[in-house]
């Protein structure tokens, strides 16, 4: 479990820049992050080396996956895309979610969790991305569990009544997981009411 606050940059400055390179530009090969990176004026100037070194460190920290392989003169090349964790320390350094939505649907595209948490990522306080950036370093992914209690929290924040009808509108849009926070609802109001009973 984290014990620490998140910080906004979490990540050292070239690490942090290839996460914001993948949100933005999608899976990519070292050489094309590389590229990227320089062209994107992310960086002043970026050693194939220190990329490759880069990629291997947020790869063992859980942040960056080999998504595919493209073939090039006979060669085989993967190319790396951000994982749950990734992207939700990309939502917390500031990358838009919505870009990130869009990139999920098309790598992820049957990864409701995730897809919903970015759908309503803009009607929640930002905070709620470190809970989830919690469960995450915890589980190793995102559950449909991890974002009752994401909205639970949002619910006893100041949330205006609005905003918080939006998110439960997106949700309705994936039945399993809308199914699963109904009955986690109806559970801990049956609770609620046995322990009111006991006061």
């Given amino acids: 479990m984290i014990n620490q606050k998140i910080k906004r940059n979490i990540l050292p400055p070239l690490q942090r820049r290839i996460v914001h390179c993948l ?8 050489n094309k992050i590389k590229e990227n990176i320089v ?34 003169r006979g060669k085989k090349y993967p190319r790396f895309w951000l994982t749950d964790e990734g992207i939700v320390v990309a939502v917390i350094d500031g990358v838009d979610s919505s870009i990130l939505l869009e990139r999920t649907r098309e790598i992820y595209p049957d990864h409701g969790v995730l897809l919903y948490s970015l759908e309503i990522a803009p009607k929640l306080n930002p905070e709620v991305f470190r809970i989830g950036y919690s469960m995450i370093k915890n589980k190793g992914k995102l559950e449909s569990s991890d974002l009752d209690t994401i909205l639970f929290t949002q619910m006893q924040a100041e949330t205006s009544p609005q905003a918080f009808s939006e998110a439960l509108a997106i949700l309705k849009r994936y039945p399993e997981h809308y199914k699963s926070f109904k009955a986690r609802i109806e559970k801990m109001s049956e609770n609620l009411d046995r322990i009111k009973k006991m006061i």
């Fill in 23 to 30: 949100a933005l530009e999608g899976p990519q090969t070292i």
């Fill in 39 to 72: 062209h994107l004026e992310l960086a002043r100037r970026s050693h194939y080396k220190a990329t490759w070194q880069a990629v291997q460190s947020l790869e063992e920290k859980h942040l960056i996956q080999k998504v595919t392989v493209i073939e090039y």
